[in-house]
């Protein structure tokens, strides 16, 4: 992966960690928490959806949203271990 590459995927993580932590109230981490955790949003999209036979199609905003869906499923697992 080239500087670029981990640049937007930098970026897609912090977005989709940003979008998750308003969807999942009280789920913010804080700029690198949210970046951690859309970067491992991103990893768990990327192994659900081709196993659950998804698509959400090519390019950075089906990046965006995938990573984002998993990021908000992240955040309930975390939610639900808290309180544990």
Do not use: C, E, H, N
């Not at 998804?54 to 089906?62: R, V």
Request: a positive charge.
């Amino acid at each position: 992966m080239d500087g670029q590459g981990l640049l937007v995927f930098l970026l897609v993580g912090l977005v989709a960690g940003w979008l998750a932590s308003i969807l999942v109230r009280g789920g913010g981490f804080g700029l690198i928490g949210d970046l951690i955790v859309g970067v491992i949003g991103a990893f768990i999209a990327g192994y659900l959806f081709p196993a659950l036979g998804l698509s959400l199609g090519g390019g950075i905003l089906g990046a965006i949203i995938a990573a984002t869906i998993g990021a908000v499923i992240l955040l309930i697992i975390v939610r639900a271990v808290k309180r544990a």
